[in-house]
């Protein structure tokens, strides 16, 4: 773009034609940022920067981008020149929305870019799309933190849980993601890891009126009821004896996979009936040959 007075017709006629053009940030003010156009000092606030909310514009400072103009007009006192970097990008961010769509179903697998993240989850950029991705939905274990695991602008690939319309024209489906679902689930080879009888230290998860949960690993708990933890002695409420965070020595006394629940045995348990026991009660006895027999009967 030219400079001086044709710089300030092409500004206008910009303007008129709704055309972007191309600024560099100089500097942060009260409420945006300075944008130098052409020679032409502009103004882009803050909130006009992203899609979403930015908390520091200073790393804007030096970068040529491209803006939308939003007013312009110039007077004795100078020129106005108000200019928008969000509206140009909602336009690509509906552009692509609507090439993606057509892969938007329960079931499919696509990749994303992380946007934002809060303490429910994380939002994921499929392509001009942003879906939901819960807490709850980024793994197996319990309790991950969306930021401990996943940071901004990182790439991955999630799958469709859900897609639920809305009366938003902006936003006219609400999507939900999952990790975990392209995961393998722990609980498929559980009896095989964790047979009765087997000894390790875990970390105490919840604790609950009737006992305290343990992870034995990411994404499998067992419980160590209120009796075990008492050894006999009247204890109204589990968290009498346990503490969440804290390590224990736990013994597995016995798994239902189906319904996803390991009973854990206090400490070092002997008295655990374990695969080899039953095992072994199933061999019978050897019979001997018949020689042996005439032998017993002569």
């Not at 156009?37 to 970068?63: N, W």
């Not at 390590?247 to 854990?264: F, K, P, Y």
Request: glycine share 10%; aromatic share 4%; charged share 30%.
């Amino acid at each position: 773009m030219a400079r001086g007075p044709e710089a300030k017709a092409e500004l206008q006629q910009a303007f008129q034609l709704g055309l972007a053009v191309e600024g560099t940030v100089m500097g942060v003010n009260k409420g945006g940022v300075e944008v130098q156009v052409a020679g032409v000092r502009g103004f882009c606030p803050i909130s006009q920067l992203e899609m979403r909310p930015v908390a520091d514009a200073t790393e804007y400072v030096g970068r040529k981008l491209s803006f939308h103009i939003v007013r312009y007009d110039a007077d004795r006192r100078g020129d106005n020149l108000v200019l928008s970097r969000r509206i140009l990008l909602e336009a690509e961010a509906r552009e692509r929305a609507d090439k993606i769509r057509s892969q938007l179903v329960v079931g499919a697998v696509l990749p994303g870019v992380v946007v934002a993240l809060k303490d429910f989850g994380a939002f994921v950029d499929l392509g001009g799309v942003e879906g939901m991705l819960p807490a709850s939905e980024l793994g197996f274990a319990r309790g991950i933190r969306p930021a401990d695991r996943l940071s901004l602008g990182q790439h991955l690939a999630v799958q469709i849980l859900r897609i639920e319309k809305t009366d938003d024209p902006r936003r006219p489906e609400r999507i939900s993601l999952s990790l975990k679902a392209l995961e393998r689930d722990p609980w498929e080879d559980v009896a095989a890891r964790f047979p009765p009888g087997t000894k390790l230290t875990g970390r105490i998860t919840r604790v609950e009126s009737f006992g305290a949960f343990v992870e034995l690993a990411p994404g499998i708990e067992g419980l160590v009821h209120i009796g075990e933890l008492a050894g006999g002695k009247h204890v109204r409420h589990a968290r009498e004896l346990a503490k969440v965070g804290a390590t224990i020595d736990v013994t597995v006394l016995a798994i239902d996979r189906e319904r996803r629940r390991i009973s854990l045995g206090l400490g070092d348990r002997s008295d655990v009936v374990t695969q080899e026991d039953l095992a072994a009660a199933r061999v019978p006895a050897r019979l001997g040959t018949l020689g042996d027999l005439f032998k017993k009967n002569a």
